[in-house]
């Protein structure tokens, strides 16, 4: 069982930048964030691979968000830069336990409850 906490989330304005963390226990093989608008479906964001490091972004983030963990805190982060209107969601961190899962279309197995941010025009 993983259990995942996060935090960090907020108001900001257009091109400012944020950083959520996602503490976690227990086994996993990757972590991610994935994000759902209002009235939208949850969509993938970033995910790294616990072991290697190894990141994967959604193309509407890449180069300007970046995905990153510390194994002895057992935290994952995900630096937000530049943000925009349309980034504004519940950013929610997850888990998986299991390698070469297809992650973007169905997502992980272990969910934390979400942190929301609101990106001001």
């Known amino acids: 069982q993983v259990q995942l906490v996060e935090s960090g989330g907020g108001l900001v304005q257009t091109g400012g930048s944020l950083r959520l963390s996602c503490v976690a226990s227990g086994r996993r093989y990757a972590m991610g964030w994935f994000r759902q608008a209002p009235g939208k479906e949850r969509e993938y964001v970033s995910s790294?691979?616990?072991?290697?490091?190894?990141?994967y972004y959604a193309p509407s983030v890449s180069g300007r968000f970046k995905i990153s963990r510390d194994v002895t805190m057992n935290t994952m982060y995900l630096q937000m830069n530049n943000l925009k209107p349309e980034d504004t969601a519940v950013y929610y961190c997850?888990?998986?336990?299991?390698?070469?899962?297809?992650?973007?279309?169905?997502?992980?197995?272990?969910w934390g409850k979400g942190t929301l941010v609101t990106v001001s025009s």
């Open positions: 997850a888990a998986d336990s299991t390698p070469g899962g297809d992650y973007v279309h169905v997502g992980m197995e272990y």
């Open positions: 790294i691979n616990w072991t290697d490091g190894y990141e």
